[in-house]
């Protein structure tokens, strides 16, 4: 895109990804309808994927609870993310 990674602050990539994330669903709805037209793809098989992590950010945070870690981190609470996939492997639609 021809920025330098120098002249991008902290705070404008921030609020990039709250614009990002207010138009999630629009933005996967419209992803979603451009692999149909490029690559004719159908819906037969749904494949949705679940994991977990343990949570880096505000331990206060409503995202994030206690549960077990394969990671064996006690001392961080955990979120989930979810994933819906088509039979080709391209997500529909993610959730955290």
Same mark, same amino acid.
């Given at each position: ?11 404008s ?5 709250? %614009? ?11 992803l #979603?309808?451009?692999?149909?037209? /490029?690559?004719?793809? &159908? ?7 679940l ?8 331990p ?5 609870? %206690? ?11 955990? #979120?989930?993310l979810?994933?819906i /996939?088509?039979?080709? &492997? ?7």
């Amino acid at each position: 895109m021809g920025i330098e990674p120098k002249h991008v602050s902290l705070s404008s990539l921030y609020r990039t990804c709250d %614009r990002l994330v207010a138009e999630k669903e629009a933005i996967e709805q419209s992803l #979603v309808q451009k692999e149909r037209e /490029l690559f004719g793809l &159908g819906e037969k098989i749904i494949l949705y994927d679940l994991t977990n992590t343990y949570f880096e950010g505000n331990p206060c945070a409503p995202e994030a609870q %206690r549960g077990a870690s394969k990671e064996k981190r006690t001392d961080r609470p955990l #979120v989930t993310l979810a994933m819906i /996939l088509d039979e080709e &492997g391209f997500p529909k639609t993610s959730k955290v």
